[in-house]
T-cell receptor, first 113, second 113 residues
Framework: QQQVKQSPQSLIVQKGGISIINCAYE??????FPWYQQFPGKGPALLIA?????SEKKEGRFTISFNKSAKQFSLHIMDSQPGDSATYFC????????????FGTGTRLKVLA | SAVISQKPSRDICQRGTSLTIQCQVD?????MFWYRQQPGQSLTLIAT?????????ESGFVIDKFPISRPNLTFSTLTVSNMSPEDSSIYLC??????????FGDGTRLSIL
């Protein structure tokens, strides 16, 4: 019940395309869902986050779509660029974003030039 | 967001020895977390370290193996004790202020010979 399932494991997208990464959870107590971007040799960096009271949040080329009834959320990267090539992790937290996170398994994105 | 410094950035250690990893933040934070990340894998929470209280360890991690200190609101250490090759991993520190998301350092890459 504490798992966060992430798919796909890897993704190859052409430059300018849309990258879509999906996550699903079971614990309805989760109330904060961040996405992190990690480049090789670096720590994860917060990209965008959402709470269950909204169905979508957009920041630049990055959008989170949230489906509370299905217990699913996804990251959309519009106009994907080679610089977006990284590993992306979704996460879920149960206490207003300050408590421990449960991370998904990660998606390795490669954007072809 | 907070600037998080981890030392050392990498190390190669002998089996049976111990290594202490430091995490320094440039501002006071409520919560500090220690994670382990195998190369190419997701993040696994080792423990939560709050100032003024004992660290809270996750299932599978024990204080004798991973003692943690949190002497003030800007600093924490994680010691990996009696190391074996199975402890080879990336160790990450993250911090969170009240009501704020977690931010990560760049990690310590540890190899055990």
């Amino acid at each position: 019940q504490q798992q966060v399932k992430q798919s796909p494991q890897s993704l190859i997208v052409q430059k300018g395309g849309i990258s879509i990464i999906n996550c699903a959870y079971e614990n309805t107590a989760f109330d904060y869902f961040p996405w992190y971007q990690q480049f090789p040799g670096k720590g994860p960096a917060l990209l965008i986050a959402i709470r269950p009271d909204v169905s979508e949040k957009k920041e630049g080329r990055f959008t989170i779509s949230f489906n509370k009834s299905a217990k699913q959320f996804s990251l959309h990267i519009m106009d994907s660029q080679p610089g977006d090539s990284a590993t992306y992790f979704c996460a879920a937290s149960g206490t207003s974003g300050t408590y421990k996170y449960i991370f998904g398994t990660g998606t390795r994105l490669k954007v072809l030039a | 967001s907070a600037v998080i410094s981890q030392k050392p950035s990498r190390d190669i250690c002998q089996r049976g020895t111990s290594l202490t990893i430091q995490c320094q933040v440039d501002s006071q934070v409520t919560m500090m977390f220690w994670y382990r990340q195998q190369p190419g894998q997701s993040l696994t929470l080792i423990a939560t370290a709050n100032q003024g209280s004992e660290a809270t360890y996750e299932s599978g991690f024990v204080i004798d193996k991973f003692p943690i200190s949190r002497p003030n609101l800007t600093f924490s250490t994680l010691t990996v004790s009696n190391m074996s090759p199975e402890d080879s991993s990336i160790y990450l520190c993250s911090v969170a202020g009240q009501g704020q998301p977690q931010h990560f350092g760049d990690g310590t890459r540890l190899s055990i010979l």
